[in-house]
């Protein structure tokens, strides 16, 4: 993966599902009526113009309609964003315009109205390749629905990737295996698995905590970690980030501009963005409920309900957080250089006597493949 030294990124946000999935804890919302999308475009309209005035001379290097469900948008609508885009900024030739999608049939065959809408890549929530888990993930399709729609990106988009969700109540690593050999027949340049994790205020949350939802000890959960590992390594997937797999190439350049500590403006409700502005980082988040968002916008501009200047602590943590989630792992001297002052080498030494880290002739720090399962006590060691 080549860094580049200046990415900008546009992260535009659709904050409506068809229902709410119960493991889920993103800005999400269902809708009993019809949305307004024409309201909605126009507020997107307002707010990138208004984020716009204050972010003058960027290129955009990547765009990406995340949710929620994006793909219930109307193709029309997603062209009116990237028009407004465009009109605020330029936008690179080669910029990767990705669109999260559900791989329901009705959304699938939008997919090519979004292809002329100018959007070049998918990510579809595929989450599982087996019925009865498709139902108890509270998903709308079935694995069949789920591969034809895999089967329609790939002959509709060059590229394409899909979600799977791992260490799954009572799933074992040679079930595991066959799942995800299956998936990676399918793949295109690129795969996110994630692991099940119970997030506060959802369902499964308090089904965990009435002890009707077991998930996998922590040895179970680090086979099947390692199983992922073993068999998207040996397909020519290895991971570029923890839970990003992708042939060389194939990595998802906009996550790679959160990852690598780029700026990036957040669109919509409940969004958020990096932005550098007179030489100071800025984290802006914006109204997370919809109709709230759309009434802030009508009247001031835009939906930004917070705008903090981020801290030299609070941006090297950020980096290192982030950073160090890469298999490239961080640049040392551009660390130093956030921060302004280098890394201990004494802990760094630990760590590395440990086989957790390694340092990089070019002069970077990555977690090695035992660190992973335990980032974050690594994160938080280097941090200290």
């Not at 465009?86 to 997919?111: C, G, H, K, M, Y």
């Not at 992922?228 to 998802?252: K, L």
């Not at 250089?337 to 006597?353: K, N, Q, T």
């Amino acid at each position: 993966m080549s860094e580049p030294e200046q990415a900008f990124g546009v992260y535009v946000h659709w904050p409506f599902c068809l229902s709410k999935c119960p493991y889920c804890d993103f800005n999400s919302h269902v809708r009993r009526e019809p949305v307004d999308e024409p309201r909605f475009l126009k507020a997107f309209h307002t707010e990138i113009g208004t984020i716009a005035e204050r972010l003058r001379g960027r290129t955009v290097s990547t765009i990406f309609f995340g949710g929620g469900t994006p793909s219930l948008m109307q193709p029309a609508t997603i062209a009116g964003v990237l028009n407004s885009i465009a009109r605020q900024w330029r936008v690179a030739a080669d910029a990767e315009i990705t669109l999260e999608a559900n791989p329901t049939s009705v959304e699938a065959t939008r997919f090519r109205g979004y292809r002329a809408a100018g959007v070049n890549r998918v990510s579809l929530g595929v989450q599982a390749l087996d019925d009865r888990v498709l139902a108890e993930l509270g998903r709308m399709h079935s694995a069949r629905e789920a591969l034809d729609a895999v089967g329609i990106a790939r002959s509709v988009f060059n590229r394409y990737s899909f979600d799977l969700i791992y260490a799954r109540p009572n799933q074992e690593p040679k079930a595991w295996a066959r799942e995800l050999k299956a998936a990676l027949a399918e793949a295109g340049d690129h795969l996110s698995l994630y692991q099940l994790t119970i997030e506060p205020e959802t369902p499964f949350f308090a089904l965990h905590a009435a002890g009707k939802l077991r998930l996998p000890g922590e040895d179970a959960a680090r086979a099947l970690y390692d199983t992922t590992q073993e068999v998207c390594a040996a397909a020519g997937m290895p991971a570029y980030e923890i839970s990003n797999h992708a042939r060389p190439g194939g990595e998802c350049r906009h996550n790679l501009v959160y990852w690598r500590a780029q700026e990036y403006a957040g669109i919509g409700p409940g969004a958020h963005g990096r932005l550098d502005i007179d030489g100071e980082r800025h984290a802006a988040a914006t109204e997370k409920r919809p109709e709230a968002w759309l009434s802030l916008v009508e009247t001031q501009g835009h939906g930004v309900i917070s705008d903090e200047v981020l801290t030299r602590e609070e941006r090297s943590d950020e980096f290192l957080l982030m950073g160090l989630r890469l298999a490239e792992g961080i640049d040392l001297d551009r660390y130093a250089e956030v921060s302004g002052r280098p890394l201990d080498p004494a802990r760094i030494a630990v760590l590395h006597e440990h086989g957790l880290v390694e340092t990089t002739q070019e002069g970077r720090l990555r977690v090695t493949l035992p660190g992973f399962p335990v980032l974050d006590a690594v994160v938080a060691d280097l941090a200290a």
